[in-house]
């Protein structure tokens, strides 16, 4: 068993959101631990299936206790719904950031609280480290990322910090010679937040391309959704939410074609069900949820 926990955010009202069909194709676009499919197969009729994705590899062992004909899982990033086929599923549920068990886990590198490699890949046998990617990237490149998936108004400094570390006496190599590199470049912070934060979080996206993906994959949901299919998606920091609550902002709205102004307007294809945050009692039992906020939008017409 896993020495690293797990508490799903927003358990119930996730899945009392998604499954309207007991016999549907169902989606869980991020499995991370599994309470969310674990909860999904309980409403599924003989007839339904849960496909599910991660690329994390300790999360694939995970899924591999869970003995159902009805549940199978990929290691693939949720981008990868475009392969399924289209109108096929009853609902997507993607629940997006990352599990207490890669935060807790020091060996993989998210956490600033503990050492261990820098490392930060959500799925550790493909790709660029953080350690990796600091080693060469330029000062510039460096202040970039972490202004913009950070929102760290001490990005400047930190990368220079960073580069001058490098030139002196190496590059970066575990979680903490970062953390203590960064507390000392950033000069205020708000109360109980460390100041590797929002540097940490940065990186993280970047590395695992995770805004890019969501993009992907919210796309790839129009798609794969048939109508009255069911979107859930579940997100921890404003970066993701602004994605996904413009995403559906944009496909609830009749779309006119100014060249054609006279001519009727695209359908809609999605409808806004509404946003749902963790209650007090869910916080207070785990404080992981405090940021969470779920979004939910229903599939309407099949596109031509």
């Known amino acids: 068993m896993n020495a690293w926990l797990h508490t799903t955010v927003l358990l119930q009202e996730a899945v009392d959101a998604l499954v309207t069909d007991p016999q549907g194709l169902y989606v869980d676009a991020t499995f991370g631990r599994g309470g969310h499919s674990r909860l999904i197969l309980s409403r599924l009729g003989p007839a339904g299936q849960l496909i599910a994705y991660d690329k994390d590899t300790e999360a694939l062992a995970e899924a591999a206790r869970i003995q159902d004909a009805r549940f199978s899982i990929r290691h693939q990033g949720f981008?990868?719904?475009?392969?399924?086929?289209?109108?096929?599923?009853?609902?997507?549920?993607?629940?997006?950031?990352?599990s207490s068990p890669q935060i807790d886990n020091p060996a993989r590198g998210f956490s600033f609280r503990a050492d261990g490699p820098l490392d930060m890949r959500m799925d550790t046998t493909?790709?660029?480290?953080?350690?990796?990617?600091?080693?060469?990237?330029?000062?510039?490149?460096?202040a970039e990322v972490i202004r913009e998936y950070g929102e760290e108004r001490f990005a400047g400094p930190i990368a220079k910090a960073i580069v001058t570390r490098r030139q002196e006496r190496g590059p970066l190599a575990t979680t903490l010679e970062l953390?203590?590199?960064?507390?000392?470049?950033?000069?205020?912070?708000?109360?109980?937040?460390?100041?590797?934060?929002?540097?940490?979080?940065?990186?993280?996206?970047?590395?695992?391309?995770?805004?890019e993906e969501l993009e992907q994959a919210l796309k790839a949901s129009l798609e794969v959704l048939q109508p009255g299919g069911r979107l859930v998606v579940i997100s921890f920091h404003s970066l993701e939410d602004r994605i996904v609550k413009q995403f559906i902002a944009r496909h609830s709205r009749a779309v006119v074609d100014r060249r054609a102004p006279f001519a009727e307007p695209a359908p809609t294809l999605l409808r806004a069900l509404g946003r749902i945050r963790p209650s007090p009692a869910e916080v207070s039992a785990n404080p992981r949820a405090r940021s969470a906020i779920m979004r939910v939008a229903e599939r309407t017409e099949a596109p031509a």
């Open 126 to 142: 493909r790709g660029q480290s953080v350690a990796d990617w600091l080693a060469s990237a330029e000062q510039r490149q460096i």
């Open 79 to 98: 981008a990868s719904l475009n392969e399924l086929p289209p109108h096929s599923a009853a609902g997507v549920l993607m629940d997006l950031g990352i």
């Open 179 to 211: 953390a203590e590199l960064v507390a000392g470049a950033v000069k205020t912070r708000e109360p109980g937040q460390n100041p590797a934060t929002r540097t940490f979080q940065a990186l993280r996206i970047f590395v695992n391309a995770e805004l």
